[in-house]
């Protein structure tokens, strides 16, 4: 079975500290991976996937099958990230996609 | 802003009663998405539709119904067989091949 878990729900950091957001998965077969973010009075949209092999807004992340992982990374946070992010897998269906519980970034000035 | 829309912003209901919760796209997408989004449990899905007059039922169908009788209206009703009505709804939309979920800004009910 598709399942995301996301252990922390909320992640506090100060400005300019490295942050990293755990996304752990499991599927049978070769994911898709997502990451989702969706700041304060605005809609939930993507940030980056993972066959995209993108960096958006100083995010990245990386898929490790070994690990079954796709962690988001930030060498350096800034305030304007603060916001709820959420891991997302696409399963076999290729419609339907699974969203882990989301983990609250508070970055402090 | 507009891509898909979802009306009301906010939407009261006594117990017992049936609500319908509207979800509109004008980007020619071919599925769409309900989702649950409660404090610490994430996204959950309630239905989706891959196609006109198609839908397949979530994790978390019990107590909702939806029709898909055009490409672009997915609306969803909140039936007074589901325990725990009270939270936030969100649409999205998908192109047929596409990645990318694109969400409307979402519905908050409460019914007491």
């Known amino acids: 079975a598709q399942r995301v878990t996301q252990p922390e729900k909320l992640l506090s950091v100060f400005k300019g500290a490295p942050v990293e957001l755990k996304c752990n998965y499991s599927?049978?077969?070769?994911?898709?991976l997502f990451w989702y973010v969706q700041y304060s009075r605005q809609r939930l949209q993507l940030l980056l996937r993972?066959?995209s092999r993108e960096s958006i807004k100083g995010f990245t992340a990386d898929l490790n099958k070994g690990e079954t992982s796709f962690h988001l990374k930030k060498p350096f946070a800034q305030e304007e990230d603060s916001a709820m992010y959420y891991c997302?897998?696409?399963?076999?269906?290729?419609?339907?996609?699974?969203f882990g519980s989301g983990t609250k970034l508070n970055v402090k000035p | 802003d507009g891509g898909i829309t979802q009306s009301p912003k906010y939407l009261f209901r006594k117990e017992g009663q049936n609500v319908t919760l509207s979800c509109e796209q004008n980007?020619?997408?071919?599925?769409m998405y309900w989702y649950r989004q409660d404090p610490g449990q994430g996204l959950r899905l309630i239905y989706y539709?891959?196609?006109?007059?198609?839908?397949q039922k979530g994790d978390i169908a019990e107590g909702y119904s939806v029709s898909r009788e055009k490409k672009e209206s997915f609306p969803l009703t909140v039936t007074s067989a589901q325990k725990n009505p009270t939270a936030f709804y969100l649409c999205?939309?998908?192109?047929?091949?596409?990645?990318?979920?694109?969400f409307g800004p979402g519905t908050r009910l409460t019914v007491t």
């Open positions: 980007l020619n997408h071919d599925a």
């Open positions: 999205a939309s998908k192109s047929t091949g596409g990645l990318e979920q694109y």
């Open positions: 993972h066959i």
């Open positions: 997302a897998l696409r399963g076999d269906n290729f419609n339907k996609f699974y």
């Open positions: 539709s891959q196609i006109v007059n198609d839908f």
């Open positions: 599927y049978s077969g070769s994911p898709e």
